[in-house]
């Protein structure tokens, strides 16, 4: 069973704080993604990747950055965090190919506030 | 752009009683699409997905949905509904030409009651 792996359940930041979020799979897969969940918003799509070292911007990318070093490993980065990325970060992972016709897999996801 | 439209963000129904949750997709050219749920404290999880062929789909739980394309309709069913049904559901759509990205509806918070 694919299992998909955030670092931290619940996260409390000050604003100005540079942020940190882990996600880790354990299926090899290629794809791997950072999404937002905000309530009546649905989720958001903030960046991907499809391979080590490659990333591309989401719908919402602004105040966000990502590092995959490791094709395991997908960290999203909150340069300076603000009130207002207050939310549910959620990761997934799909197999390799076109994701768009993988089904992805998501961890349970980071509940972030910032004070 | 693209987008996912899901009718309804707050239903409540008693159990025993049927569901259909909407969904609509915008047109984009090839497209698959999924209906995922999340149940309380859980992860989102895939229900059912639809790639080709038989537009009538089954996933887990006795859910089902049906394509209609000429709709551009993927609404989620199930004749007859659990207090263990009580989720959030999100449908989604995944076109080919947008970069491979999947796009979220706003998701349809279901209550059911006992």
């Known amino acids: 069973d694919v299992k998909v792996t955030q670092s931290s359940r619940y996260l409390v930041k000050r604003t100005g704080e540079k942020v940190f979020l882990e996600c880790v799979q354990d299926m090899d897969h290629e794809n791997m993604f950072w999404y937002r969940q905000d309530p009546g918003l649905g989720l958001r799509l903030i960046y991907f990747?499809?391979?080590?070292?490659?990333?591309e911007k989401g719908d919402i990318p602004e105040g966000y950055s990502v590092s995959r070093e490791k094709k395991e490993r997908f960290s999203l980065i909150l340069e300076s965090a603000s009130t207002n990325q207050t939310s549910m970060y959620l990761c997934?992972?799909?197999?390799?190919?076109?994701?768009?016709?993988?089904?992805?897999?998501f961890g349970n996801g980071t509940r972030l506030t910032v004070t | 752009a693209q987008s996912v439209s899901q009718h309804n963000h707050h239903v409540i129904l008693s159990e025993a009683a049927s569901l259909e949750l909407g969904c609509n997709y915008s047109y984009g050219g090839t497209v698959n699409l999924f209906w995922y749920v999340q149940y309380p404290g859980q992860h989102l999880q895939l229900l059912l997905k639809y790639f080709s062929g038989d537009p009538l789909v089954k996933g887990i739980k006795g859910f089902e949905a049906e394509f209609i394309k000429s709709k551009f309709s993927f609404n989620l069913r199930k004749p007859s509904v659990q207090w263990s049904d009580t989720a959030e559901y999100f449908c989604a759509a995944g076109y080919k030409n947008r970069d491979d990205k999947i796009i979220f509806g706003k998701g349809t918070r279901l209550h059911i009651l006992p």
């Open positions: 997934a992972s799909s197999f390799p190919g076109v994701s768009y016709n993988s089904p992805l897999h």
């Open positions: 990747s499809y391979d080590v070292k490659m990333k």
